[in-house]
């Protein structure tokens, strides 16, 4: 990997990264840093995929030293039970982690036990001295108990914390220590809940009769997903085991005890009937109660469309409702606008739109210490606001509308509040850079310039060391610490070392001109021993965005077989969907074929989930990919809309708001839904096309997926339907032997058509 240098560069503040030539400042000129695989390399097999592992952060002390760590591979997560996966909140996957308890600063790992676990959250006394952690009790397919399991960190010592009686820890059960270090806080179901769940569940998928009417409040099955939301809270004395009841079991999916141990502040579940406009069809009020009792206060009688920010206390709260920005304090009913444009919305001037886009803020984080601030967002950049008076000040321009700027993520606030770290982004480069800002001077100091990929951040409670979870490209994420000053990235995890003897290829940032004349990017996966001069066989994955040089299983397992990768970027317009791909992804095959990459007689394409969908799309308006695969996605918008044995408001949302963005609901435009379900097309199709689906998936129905195999056998087209009876969404986690076919199918289709072998039965 690159070197980076330990001095900090000196951005001028008066550029505040606002012009194109300051960009350049934090971004040198780096190549991606994917090391070329040696002569004696071995190819990836599938074998390799069941053990590539991801690696997650956990639970990290307050002062930064120690971190929880959990790696998961498919090898130790097989066996799910879709059936249940979907829909019965009493269930809990297979999914086994390594879990493991690092030192930030030495490096040293310890595993906490000494094989995969299912495991789920945890916290850190405020001392770092004990850890609290939930363990599955048993077989997971016993049931939904889980044990809590305090874990002293000098002697290892593990001790099953005593719960009350007739109730249990589950999977999502929330972990909160007091300020002392003495209550953990926890959230708990009884027993009479889990019979309720198991009940209804059992209604709704065997009967003997399954009975829903208009007259219910809920669809039925967003009803029995309102029941996952059930829980109590108590206060369990980790000294003389005593537990304090806190709130009774009710509907309350969010809660947290503010930083003095006083107030309770959690979500209340208001709804009184499936609202469509919401993708869960729920509603929440946000509510405070003395911890000892006492009345509620309502802080919001309704969450929709509120975007809050708590501070470390958990008693001031920033928030957005109307465009409007606004701090307050538990306990405290006046509230302090700091921005948001008043004016009369009947004035549509230019000056007028401008001045209310430049008013409306969003908050981003509180900053902690001596002089506490407010970081909010808006289209010119990244602010500090004065919570008592607003003043405010412009700290970072990143506009991300602007290709020179690049995109910034607030990693947090060090040396008691008066700099902040940013993580940046080129928004046309595999460039990143960690800064810093001194808010006093305005002063950009560029601490770490890299080609790495660097995503998720956690930055300690006392500021001193931040864990972020990146990679080279085409790699798995690890996990690193980034220790002040800053300025060098120590590498925690090593979570795959067989992948360094194993012949990857390289990734590349691809840049094209969509069918619009629009600028659009895409990452090219290129075989090991890639020949520049001589076209390939090429694979197109689509979905929607792709940008980051990731680590995607699949793309290195086609690379392995000689196939190059392309993942192309399209770009939607409310109400065409359809359009989207044809625009992008010929346009991204035009370039390949261009640069003497991709053999135009050799292309394919495929996709899940949405992706399927796409490519079923996408082969009824172009003849020029000779193998497609669509993997549980869906091809009868119409159908999908209502014909879910599971129906959600999910289904009808996608289609109207979300990923679909037709606009409107099936009785509005019919035709639009008709414009955009493949199988009405089918008789356009000449691309031999394998269709492939879980039957027991209930985001995408495979009986959906099956209109499109049952058309294109009338029509006498090419298609192929693999179906796992025990599957669900996606890849099959089902069972080794359904994972293992599914991705020899995969190989086989594309050298049967693109390769002319021969393929599976």
Not at 660 to 677: C, F, I, M
């Amino acid at each position: 990997m690159p070197a980076t240098s330990s001095a900090p560069r000196r951005v001028p503040s008066g550029l505040v990264l606002a012009t194109t030539a300051a960009l350049s400042l934090p971004f040198p000129t780096l190549v991606p840093a994917q090391p070329a695989a040696s002569a004696q390399s071995a190819p990836l097999a599938l074998t390799d995929l069941l053990d590539v592992r991801n690696t997650a952060a956990g639970a990290l002390s307050e002062d930064g030293r120690w971190l929880v760590v959990t790696m998961t591979r498919p090898r130790t997560s097989l066996g799910i039970d879709y059936n249940r996966s979907f829909g019965d909140p009493t269930y809990v996957a297979p999914t086994r982690r390594e879990t493991f308890l690092v030192d930030t600063r030495s490096g040293d790992r310890t595993p906490l036990f000494p094989t995969p676990r299912v495991t789920a959250g945890s916290a850190w006394t405020p001392d770092g001295s004990t850890l609290a952690i939930l363990v599955h009790a048993n077989d997971p397919a016993a049931d939904d108990r889980f044990d809590v399991l305090l874990i002293d960190r000098a002697t290892r010592r593990q001790t099953a914390l005593r719960l009350p009686a007739n109730r249990y820890a589950f999977e999502r059960s929330r972990l909160q220590w007091s300020s002392d270090g003495r209550r953990l806080y926890l959230s708990l179901r009884s027993p009479a809940w889990r019979a309720t769940a198991k009940a209804e569940f059992a209604r709704l998928t065997t009967g003997p009769r399954i009975v829903q009417s208009s007259e219910e409040p809920f669809l039925a099955w967003n009803g029995l997903q309102r029941l996952g939301s059930m829980e109590s809270v108590v206060a369990i004395d980790r000294t003389t085991g005593t537990a304090t009841d806190v709130l009774a079991e009710a509907m309350r999916p969010q809660w947290a005890v503010t930083r003095d141990g006083r107030t309770i502040v959690y979500a209340d579940d208001i709804t009184r009937k499936t609202d469509y406009d919401v993708i869960g069809g729920t509603e929440q009020r946000l509510v405070a109660r003395e911890v000892v009792g006492g009345a509620e206060t309502v802080i919001f009688p309704a969450l929709r469309n509120i975007r809050l920010v708590w501070a470390r206390d958990g008693r001031r709260h920033a928030y957005t409702r109307d465009d409007q920005l606004w701090v307050g304090t538990v306990g405290d009913s006046a509230r302090t606008r700091l921005a948001g444009d008043t004016t009369a919305r009947g004035d549509t001037t230019t000056d007028a739109r401008a001045r209310r886009q430049r008013e409306r803020f969003t908050p981003v984080s509180w900053i902690e210490g001596d002089a506490p601030a407010l970081l909010a967002s808006n289209v010119e950049g990244l602010w500090l606001l004065d919570p008592a008076t607003g003043a405010r000040r412009l700290v970072l321009r990143a506009v991300d509308s602007l290709p020179t700027l690049p995109r910034a993520q607030f990693v947090g606030a060090v040396a008691n509040g008066q700099q902040l770290l940013f993580s940046l982004q080129s928004k046309t480069a595999w460039q990143r850079a960690i800064v810093r800002v001194d808010r006093a001077s305005l002063r950009v100091d560029t601490l770490l310039a890299d080609s790495r990929n660097l995503a998720q951040f956690t930055m300690s409670a006392d500021g001193s060391t931040a864990i972020v979870s990146g990679g080279d490209g085409n790699r798995p994420f690890d996990l690193w610490a980034l220790h002040a000053p800053y300025t060098a990235l120590t590498r925690l995890t090593d979570a795959n070392p067989t992948l360094a003897t194993r012949a990857l290829g390289r990734t590349e940032l691809l840049s094209y001109l969509d069918a619009d004349g629009r600028t659009e990017f895409g990452v090219v996966h290129y075989p090991a021993g890639f020949a520049k001069g001589r076209p390939y066989p090429t694979i197109f994955i689509i979905y929607e965005d792709f940008f980051a040089d990731t680590w995607d299983a699949v793309a290195n397992l086609l690379n392995a077989h000689g196939y190059v990768v392309v993942k192309p970027s399209v770009r939607f317009d409310i109400g065409y969907p359809g359009e989207a791909w044809v625009k992008g992804v010929t346009a991204a095959a035009n370039k390949l074929i261009d640069m003497g990459v991709a053999d135009s007689t050799r292309l394919g394409v495929h996709g899940t989930s949405y992706g399927g969908y796409a490519t079923n799309l996408l082969i009824t308006q172009t003849t020029r990919f000779k193998a497609a695969v669509n993997i549980s996605g869906k091809v009868d918008m119409i159908s999908f809309y209502t014909d879910s044995p599971r129906l959600g408001v999910r289904n009808v949302h996608a289609a109207e708001k979300s990923q679909d963005r037709l606009g409107a609901t099936l009785w509005q435009q019919p035709q639009k839904y008709v414009a955009h379900s493949a199988v009405m097309f089918a008789d356009r199709i000449t691309t031999p096309l394998l269709l492939m689906t879980g039957e027991l998936d209930a985001n995408v129905p495979a009986l959906n997926t099956r209109e499109m195999y049952y058309a294109l056998r009338r029509l006498n087209k090419p298609v192929t339907w693999v179906t796992y009876s025990k599957g669900g969404h996606g890849t099959p986690l089902s069972s080794l032997d359904d994972w293992t076919d599914f991705h020899e199918r995969l190989l086989a289709w594309y050298a049967k058509h693109l390769k002319r072998a021969p393929t599976l039965p």
